[in-house]
């Protein structure tokens, strides 16, 4: 069905917006985008500034509920990791599915048209598999679907308590009995029409060095992304090196995971060798800038990365909070903190690392762009709240990154269908409500 939407500005690509934006749409395709048009009296009016769907290439949907849990107090990631194992314990395939709906319907308020779930939670208690073995991947999928949004589910592979060490405790739920068996079952996996899927080593740690190639090669046979957690501690580093004698990037390089297909996850303790490998394989890197400085665990080398050509998109893995802008200008701003000068990336290319280059590291090439033939993803940032007020055609781009927030997002359309409208869910009634009542329900101990 041919549907036309108005918008009074766009981001077609370039350091400025255009005017005037007539998309039309056919289906789940845009099939027409006329820049300098006449508003028709049947489009949908699309108020403040265009852009295409946002990207969330790294997610663990029930990270969501720590939020507002953890950030009090000492600690450091390790001891943050316990939290999020108590969590993991107490969810099934239905609180999983209820927790993570809510989670996808926040990310779509957010401007988030497409995720990418970063799957280990396998099992039910101790690792005993559900009768679908695959039953909590499953619920994941149906989540999304019923709010709104595109998945990529990254059905990650989870072997390890460690270099050397066995699964215990919490982490029995995330490990399958082999490489082969991993792959066995997530082959049983199948994409649909709003939903695909690929593969993840969960860290090198956790993935021993004779099963990278299984995985690796799992995801090569049947073209779908690879994606890898990559040195976000110094600990796992120095382990690394104490185990194999090498880096982590250099692990996985040899072992064939790296290349234009892949994509590691957080890299923020990078030596400059390690820069070039993943350069010279083409492997893209997401940064997640509000989970890694909540867990205080560095700036990563982004503009050394960006500088040797590495891909980046963005991804707001542990949901500390769940805004893409925030962690397009993050990435940003961080880097003048590190280096304490400013002006270090454009405010088109932030977009692209959280539209264009988020969809590409998912699996989805035709998506991330207001353009002919794309899928007919799109969303829309007010330009006159009190966060953005005085914007026009040549500072909105800039506004809609360096000063909007998720709360700032309008309109939200997936496939043509409006899913989000003036900041509303359209499928689910009241967002907040659901995600209090999920979080409640997993946040209980398991006896109460």
Not at 20 to 49: C, N
Not at 108 to 113: D, F, H, K, P, Q
Not at 125 to 135: I, Q, T
Not at 260 to 282: C, I, R
Request: include cysteine.
């Amino acid at each position: 069905m041919l549907t036309r939407w108005y918008a009074d500005l766009a981001w077609l690509g370039g350091e400025q917006a255009r005017a005037g934006v007539l998309i039309e749409t056919d289906g789940d395709r845009i099939r027409s985008v006329s820049p300098g048009a006449a508003r028709p009296p049947d489009a949908v009016h699309l108020a403040g500034l265009a852009l295409p769907g946002l990207a969330n290439a790294h997610s663990h949907a029930f990270h969501r509920a720590l939020r507002g849990r953890t950030q009090g107090g000492a600690g450091t990631f390790w001891s943050w990791r316990e939290q999020m194992y108590a969590i993991s314990e107490r969810l099934d395939p239905d609180t999983y599915y209820s927790l993570a709906r809510a989670t996808y319907a926040e990310m779509a308020l957010a401007g988030v048209t497409c995720v990418g779930e970063f799957h280990y939670l396998h099992h039910g208690p101790g690792g005993a598999p559900y009768a679908d073995p695959n039953a909590m991947g499953l619920a994941l999928t149906a989540a999304a679907a019923d709010a709104g949004i595109r998945i990529t589910l990254l059905d990650t592979c989870y072997l390890a308590g460690g270099f050397g060490a066995e699964l215990a405790g919490p982490q029995l739920r995330f490990g399958d009995r082999s490489a082969d068996a991993w792959a066995e079952r997530a082959a049983l996996l199948a994409p649909g029409p709003r939903a695909r899927v690929g593969a993840a080593i969960h860290s090198v740690r956790a993935v021993p060095p004779g099963a990278l190639g299984v995985v690796a090669g799992w995801a090569a046979e049947r073209d779908t992304p690879l994606h890898m957690h990559l040195s976000e501690q110094p600990a796992e580093n120095a382990a690394c090196r104490s185990a194999h004698g090498c880096t982590p990037t250099e692990l996985l390089s040899r072992h064939g995971a790296l290349g234009p297909h892949s994509t590691a996850v957080h890299a923020t303790h990078l030596g400059v060798a390690d820069v070039s490998l993943l350069a010279a394989a083409g492997t893209a890197v997401c940064l997640c800038p509000t989970t890694e400085r909540d867990l205080a665990d560095g700036i990563g080398p982004a503009r050394a990365l960006g500088a040797a050509g590495v891909p980046l998109c963005l991804g707001s893995d542990s949901h500390a909070m769940i805004d893409l802008l925030e962690e397009a200008r993050a990435v940003e701003l961080d880097e003048r903190l590190a280096s304490r000068t400013r002006g270090h990336w454009r405010a088109d290319e932030l977009l692209s690392a959280a539209c264009a280059a988020g969809h590409a590291a998912l699996g989805w090439p035709d998506a991330g762009r207001i353009a002919a033939g794309a899928l007919a993803d799109f969303v829309t940032v007010d330009l006159a709240s009190v966060r953005t007020a005085g914007a026009d055609m040549t500072t909105a781009v800039q506004a809609a990154v360096f000063a909007a927030c998720a709360a700032d997002i309008r309109d939200v359309v997936v496939g043509g269908r409006r899913i989000v409208a003036n900041g509303r869910h359209t499928m689910i009634a009241d967002v907040a409500a659901e995600l209090g009542a999920a979080i409640l329900t997993v946040g209980k101990p398991a006896n109460a």
